[in-house]
């Protein structure tokens, strides 16, 4: 069965900390990524994506298709990253499966 | 361009009552999905509508149904609502599908009682 894992229901690092949210798959073919995000009282959201290889807010994904990851990074959390992180690999003919979600809390 | 749109914003229902749910995707979009989301769930997928087509279906019991308009709305309706049907739901609008950057709506929340 097709399964996406993010192993951290909660993670805590402090400000000015290196963050990395783990996102694995088990598809397929090859998915299109997506990192969504969702902080407190608002919508969720697009992070980014891969196919556009973008920073967005200090983040970047490597896509590790020999591991099947796709893994979330930023060097330096700020307060404001705190939020609920969900990966998205989507394929052109399988269900939608997001990941669990990881809740990242960034210390001051 | 206006965002995505859920009414209503909060319903509570009792055991048993049945509920709808709309959605009114961005303007251009034709791809609707519905989503949900829970604490200990998370995010589940429930269908995806594109062009008034139901195109793909996660795993839920037939009591949940959609269906999408000619102006790509959609509307979701469970019906003999249970105590864990509790939820979030959110849809999300795409230009082609969920393969393409989904735009959530701020979600239904519907308590039942």
């Known amino acids: 069965a097709q399964r996406v894992t993010q192993p951290e229901k909660l993670l805590s690092v402090f400000k000015g900390a290196p963050v990395e949210l783990k996102c694995n798959y088990s598809?397929?073919?090859?998915?299109?990524l997506f990192w969504y995000v969702q902080y407190s009282r608002q919508r969720l959201q697009l992070l980014l994506r891969?196919?556009s290889r973008e920073s967005i807010k200090g983040f970047t994904a490597d896509l590790n298709k020999g591991e099947t990851s796709f893994h979330l990074k930023k060097p330096f959390a700020q307060e404001e990253d705190s939020a609920m992180y969900y990966c998205?690999?989507?394929?052109?003919?399988?269900?939608?499966?997001f990941g669990p979600g990881t809740s990242l809390s960034v210390i001051p | 361009k206006a965002g995505v749109t859920q009414t209503p914003r909060y319903l509570i229902k009792t055991r048993g009552q049945q509920v709808t749910l709309s959605c009114s995707p961005i303007?251009?979009?034709?791809?609707v999905s519905w989503y949900q989301q829970t604490p200990g769930q998370g995010l589940q997928f429930l269908f995806e509508y594109f062009s008034e087509t139901q195109r793909n279906k996660g795993n839920f019991p037939g009591r949940f149904s959609g269906r999408q308009f000619s102006n790509s709305r959609s509307e979701m309706n469970v019906s003999t609502l249970e105590l864990g049907d509790s939820a979030l739901y959110l849809c999300?609008?795409?230009?082609?599908?969920?393969?393409?950057?989904?735009?959530f709506g701020p979600g239904t929340r519907l308590l039942v009682l």
């Open positions: 891969h196919i």
């Open positions: 999300a609008s795409s230009f082609g599908g969920p393969q393409e950057t989904q735009y």
């Open positions: 303007s251009g979009h034709r791809s």
């Open positions: 998205d690999p989507e394929t052109s003919y399988d269900k939608v499966i």
């Open positions: 598809y397929s073919g090859s998915p299109e």
